[in-house]
């Protein structure tokens, strides 16, 4: 389960004990407030999220309005953990960048995987737009594109900071998709290989051939040990439950493991440059 679900229901139990404790029934809470009779278990049993209208409505009925403000909170960390993007960029994508920008700044240690496009604190401006302006187009987002642009190369700058370690892996189609012009995609690869010579980073790159200890099925961050952030096609999930976080850095230490650095990583990278045909 994961531990979105689980601190859904959890809340859901504890409106549960608040209607019994205030003794009423499902049925009777659900007409006082002209909500559909499946509303209250739904929500109790973890199948849907109330909003806080919902809440500050329970919490009166259960003779408890002071609650609802300690209700709400809880909704609100819910919601932290998964967050759907047209939601998310309704101000625009710039918050997103700064909020990620946050979790680095506070973590030592930052682990990225990811599957198809290059991973955001190793992109150049170039390519940051057209990942960035997909986001927008698909989301229906504030139009903030230059804004969020600059956060993103903002989050650059604690590469060079002391005391950080950054660890990515990469697949080796990460470096041949098409996801930019071509002449944006040569910039890119070069400050790949660059990246691959600091200090403060670990660059691993799984090369076609390699035989994958697991599959690759999505990208993702570990900040420390503490939480892991994946995103889907329409939103985002911050995962904190241990064991959870555990797997996600058991799969990315096999990953790792797959890569190879250094040297031979920039040799994948110099081979993807050598097949960008000029002028194409």
Not at 42 to 47: C, F, P, Q, R, T
Not at 132 to 148: I, K, R, W, Y
Request: charged content about 25%; aromatic content about 8%.
């Amino acid at each position: 389960m994961s531990t979105y679900q689980k601190a859904r229901e959890a809340l859901g139990l504890r409106l549960r004990e608040l209607r019994r404790d205030a003794r009423l029934t499902g049925a009777d809470l659900a007409a006082a407030h002209g909500w559909h009779r499946t509303k209250i278990p739904k929500i109790e049993g973890g199948k849907q999220t109330p909003s806080d209208a919902d809440l500050e409505a329970w919490a009166a009925s259960c003779g408890v309005p002071e609650q609802a403000h300690e209700l709400i909170a809880a909704l609100r960390s819910l919601e932290g953990q998964y967050v759907e993007y047209r939601r998310m960029f309704r101000a625009g994508m710039a918050g997103r960048q700064r909020t990620f920008g946050e979790f680095e700044a506070e973590a030592t240690f930052v682990r990225n995987f990811e599957t198809c496009f290059v991973p955001g604190l190793l992109q150049t401006p170039e390519y940051a737009r057209y990942r960035l302006a997909e986001g927008l187009a698909s989301n229906a987002a504030l139009d903030d594109l230059d804004e969020a642009v600059t956060a993103r190369m903002a989050r650059q700058q604690l590469l060079y900071a002391t005391g950080r370690r950054f660890h990515f892996v990469i697949t080796e189609p990460v470096l041949k998709l098409r996801l930019c012009p071509v002449e944006v995609l040569a910039g890119q690869l070069e400050k790949l290989a660059v990246a691959s010579t600091m200090r403060t980073i670990r660059l691993g790159v799984i090369p076609f051939e390699t035989v994958y200890p697991v599959a690759p099925i999505h990208g993702f961050h570990i900040f420390d040990d503490r939480h892991a952030v994946t995103e889907t096609i329409t939103a985002s999930l911050t995962i904190t439950q241990a064991s959870e976080v555990g797997a996600y850095l058991s799969v990315f230490a096999r990953l790792a493991d797959a890569a190879v650095y250094g040297r031979d990583a920039r040799m994948l990278i110099d081979r993807a440059f050598d097949g960008l045909e000029p002028g194409e």
